[in-house]
C-alpha cells in the first residue's frame, strides 16, 4: 500500500508531519495524488495558522498516535467551547 493511500485514511486527523523543509502538528486537510493540503496549529494558541501544500514525494515521516499527539489533540479538546444541551 502507497503511503498515499494510508494517508488518505487519516483526513481531518490531528497528526505530526516532517517534510523536507519542515515539521509541524497540524491537521491533514486533504490527500491528493501529488499533493497533501496540511492546517499548521500553533501549539502555543492552538488555533490553525496557515495552510501548506506539500508535494507528497517530499514527506519524511508522519506521526498519527503517541504521547505527543495525544497532548496535542487533548489540549485542542480542553480549548473547545462546552455546549449546554439544556437550552437547545
Known sequence: MRMIQKLKALEKAVVF?????????????????????????DTDSMEYTETVLINSQL???????GFEVSRIIA??????EIVDLGNI
Do not use: C, P
Not at 509541524?24 to 496549529?41: A, N, S, T
Open 59 to 65: 514527506l519524511l515521516e508522519v506521526m498519527v498516535s
Open 17 to 41: 508531519l516532517r517534510w523536507a523543509t519542515d515539521a509541524q502538528f497540524g491537521k491533514i486537510k486533504y490527500v491528493g495524488e501529488d499533493f497533501i493540503e496540511f492546517e499548521v496549529l
Open 75 to 80: 489540549e485542542i479538546s480542553h480549548k473547545m
